[in-house]
């Protein structure tokens, strides 16, 4: 691809390997470290689910148990593998027997660790197989009905009742969407558990459940085959529960997940070593399935300013491509985010989003880019809104954007309605249709204001990959270069849950993800 904006290819490759030795560097500790919700992941994956007489997930009970005797270092794999051999009980009658106060796993005679991994294996291939035919399903849809054209038309539910978002969906479906996105409930990311059910009580978005990814997807292939083409379910692997919510994500064939590796500490406040850990498992489990993950650069926006802090949000999306690669997610399914949240009284603003959104595009010309609308400087004037809506359309088809996150006239008065929601798929599809191939028949000043901006913007994320891979990752993060925000090593929440793993330690699913042991 010949660079519109004149980039200096050696400028990107010593970005692009700089943001790979953060990552490889950060990836020496995640090797060495777990956490509650990773083991609890393997225990879900291992056919566990369900909940006691007062709500609590068995994954829970029985990580709990093993913590409190000491015993995660040596991973829930080793724990359940043993317990079926001792006493002869699939995974499930375990975790129900533990519930009830009849079994405590760490008290009995324990195996050799090559027997515990045989025992286990079985149980690991019939949770991979129900992956896998989730896997294929889609792909049957994609060449059975096919899809819409990108940029895909994006859209999110978010009604607090699950069967009300189906209906919303559905609506949306039959107006255009292509992708729907679930908003989770407010604070789930901030539960060290998982919901289980179908839930009807979220406030701001839909708690994030098995049950409810099961009715939405269902309702969606419905939908899909009724308007002749395959919808896409979008919703989180992030906060507490990153890894279980993409195993989840992975059973009930999510297609996109909101994932990303630095999110949760910034904006959630969630400790930085187990934010860190988490994301490697949830990454894996993702690429695995062939889900695409969006990362959360947008975000970085609204605690700082959009024009000077531009190169933070390439920077990290080069972090996030790179922690990507080590989970051995091709860069198809990189969903790497970003945003159109400059002040909209910038003299010739439009120029240096359209710069920005180039950018990332030449730099990542293969990723399927999530671009993100204007939130942080709507106002509640519905008619200005719905101009700056169509600007960042105009830019994402221009500059050949994957996932359109649909910008609403109302987004600063109240969650969409299906009538807001219907002007802003009518404004994308006019734009996307009568400026298709405006990117392919513009070519950008030499040396103009958009070069220049690209250039400056990515050599000062160079200049910031340098300094991260000069002091680490996690002081970095203390120091508040992301978004403004600064955040301790040892603070946040859920550190407690982070333990050095022991020289027995292993999870198969990771082995076998990533392509290892079969």
């Given at each position: 691809m010949?660079s519109k904006?004149n980039?200096?290819?050696?400028?990107?490759?010593?970005?692009r390997?700089?943001?790979s030795r953060i990552?490889?560097?950060?990836?020496?500790?995640?090797?060495?470290?777990?956490?509650?919700?990773?083991?609890?992941?393997?225990?879900?994956?291992?056919?566990?689910?369900?909940?006691?007489?007062?709500e609590?997930?068995?994954?829970?009970i029985?990580?709990?148990q093993i913590l409190?005797a000491?015993g995660?270092?040596r991973?829930a794999a080793?724990?359940?593998?043993?317990?079926?051999i001792q006493t002869?009980l699939?995974s499930?009658e375990?975790a129900?027997?533990?519930?009830a106060?009849?079994l405590?796993?760490t008290?009995?005679?324990t195996a050799g660790i090559?027997?515990?991994?045989?025992?286990?294996?079985?149980?690991?291939k019939?949770?991979?197989d129900k992956i896998k035919?989730?896997?294929a399903k889609r792909?049957?849809y994609?060449?059975t009905i096919?899809?819409g054209r990108?940029?895909?038309?994006?859209v999110?539910?978010?009604?607090?009742?699950i069967?009300e978002d189906?209906?919303?969906?559905?609506?949306?479906?039959r107006q255009?969407a292509?992708?729907v996105?679930?908003?989770r409930t407010?604070?789930?990311s901030?539960?060290d558990y998982?919901p289980?059910g179908p839930?009807?009580?979220?406030?701001?978005?839909?708690?994030?459940?098995?049950e409810?990814?099961?009715?939405?997807r269902?309702?969606?292939?419905?939908v899909?085959e009724e308007?002749?083409k395959y919808?896409r379910?979008?919703?989180?692997?992030s906060g507490m529960?990153?890894?279980?919510?993409?195993?989840?994500?992975?059973?009930?064939?999510?297609?996109?997940?909101?994932?990303d590796?630095?999110?949760?500490i910034?904006?959630?406040?969630?400790?930085?070593?187990r934010t860190?850990i988490?994301?490697?498992?949830?990454r894996v489990?993702?690429g695995?399935?062939?889900t695409m993950?969006?990362s959360g650069?947008d975000?970085y926006?609204?605690?700082?300013?959009a024009y000077?802090a531009?190169?933070?949000?390439l920077a990290s999306?080069?972090?996030n491509?790179?922690?990507?690669?080590?989970?051995n997610?091709?860069?198809e399914?990189m969903?790497l985010?970003?945003?159109?949240e400059?002040?909209?009284?910038i003299?010739n603003g439009f120029?240096?989003?359209?710069?920005?959104?180039?950018m990332?595009r030449?730099i990542?010309?293969?990723?399927?880019?999530k671009?993100?609308?204007?939130?942080?400087?709507?106002t509640?004037?519905?008619?200005k809104?719905?101009i700056q809506d169509?600007?960042f359309?105009m830019?994402?088809?221009?500059?050949?954007?994957?996932?359109q996150?649909?910008?609403m006239p109302?987004?600063?008065?109240?969650?969409?309605?299906m009538?807001d929601?219907?002007?802003?798929?009518?404004?994308?599809?006019?734009?996307?249709?009568?400026a298709?191939d405006?990117?392919?028949?513009?070519?950008f000043?030499?040396n103009?204001i958009?070069q220049?901006?690209?250039q400056?913007v990515l050599?000062?994320?160079?200049?910031l990959?340098?300094e991260?891979?000069?002091?680490?990752?996690?002081?970095?993060?203390e120091?508040?270069?992301?978004g403004?925000v600064k955040?301790?090593r040892?603070?946040?929440?859920?550190?407690s849950?982070?333990?050095?793993?022991?020289e027995?330690y292993?999870?198969?699913?990771?082995t076998?993800?990533?392509?290892?042991?079969?």
């Amino acid at each position: 691809m010949k660079s519109k904006l004149n980039l200096d290819p050696k400028v990107i490759d010593s970005a692009r390997s700089c943001a790979s030795r953060i990552a490889h560097s950060m990836q020496e500790f995640i090797d060495v470290h777990t956490t509650v919700s990773t083991e609890r992941t393997v225990v879900r994956l291992l056919g566990v689910d369900g909940v006691d007489d007062v709500e609590t997930p068995l994954p829970n009970i029985v990580i709990d148990q093993i913590l409190e005797a000491g015993g995660l270092p040596r991973g829930a794999a080793y724990w359940m593998g043993n317990a079926m051999i001792q006493t002869g009980l699939d995974s499930q009658e375990i975790a129900e027997k533990i519930s009830a106060g009849e079994l405590n796993i760490t008290e009995l005679p324990t195996a050799g660790i090559e027997e515990a991994k045989e025992k286990i294996m079985p149980h690991v291939k019939d949770s991979l197989d129900k992956i896998k035919a989730q896997t294929a399903k889609r792909e049957e849809y994609l060449a059975t009905i096919g899809e819409g054209r990108t940029p895909y038309l994006y859209v999110i539910v978010a009604t607090g009742n699950i069967y009300e978002d189906v209906v919303q969906a559905k609506a949306a479906v039959r107006q255009g969407a292509d992708i729907v996105a679930v908003i989770r409930t407010t604070a789930q990311s901030l539960l060290d558990y998982v919901p289980y059910g179908p839930t009807t009580e979220g406030f701001g978005g839909t708690y994030a459940t098995q049950e409810n990814f099961r009715i939405m997807r269902k309702a969606l292939d419905e939908v899909g085959e009724e308007v002749g083409k395959y919808i896409r379910l979008c919703n989180y692997s992030s906060g507490m529960c990153m890894a279980e919510i993409a195993a989840m994500g992975a059973l009930e064939r999510l297609d996109v997940m909101l994932n990303d590796a630095l999110y949760g500490i910034l904006f959630r406040d969630i400790n930085m070593q187990r934010t860190l850990i988490d994301q490697y498992f949830s990454r894996v489990i993702i690429g695995y399935c062939g889900t695409m993950f969006n990362s959360g650069e947008d975000n970085y926006l609204t605690t700082d300013d959009a024009y000077e802090a531009a190169h933070t949000v390439l920077a990290s999306q080069l972090i996030n491509e790179q922690f990507a690669v080590l989970a051995n997610i091709p860069e198809e399914q990189m969903g790497l985010g970003h945003a159109f949240e400059m002040d909209p009284d910038i003299e010739n603003g439009f120029l240096y989003e359209l710069a920005q959104a180039v950018m990332a595009r030449e730099i990542f010309p293969n990723a399927p880019l999530k671009y993100m609308p204007p939130t942080k400087y709507m106002t509640g004037n519905i008619f200005k809104g719905h101009i700056q809506d169509a600007l960042f359309n105009m830019i994402a088809v221009w500059s050949g954007q994957s996932l359109q996150l649909l910008g609403m006239p109302t987004e600063a008065i109240h969650t969409p309605h299906m009538h807001d929601r219907y002007l802003s798929i009518e404004n994308a599809s006019y734009i996307f249709n009568n400026a298709r191939d405006i990117g392919d028949e513009v070519e950008f000043k030499e040396n103009g204001i958009m070069q220049q901006r690209a250039q400056k913007v990515l050599k000062e994320a160079d200049e910031l990959l340098h300094e991260i891979e000069k002091d680490g990752l996690f002081s970095t993060l203390e120091k508040g270069k992301f978004g403004g925000v600064k955040r301790p090593r040892d603070g946040g929440k859920g550190l407690s849950g982070v333990c050095l793993k022991d020289e027995k330690y292993f999870n198969p699913f990771i082995t076998i993800m990533l392509g290892g042991e079969k």
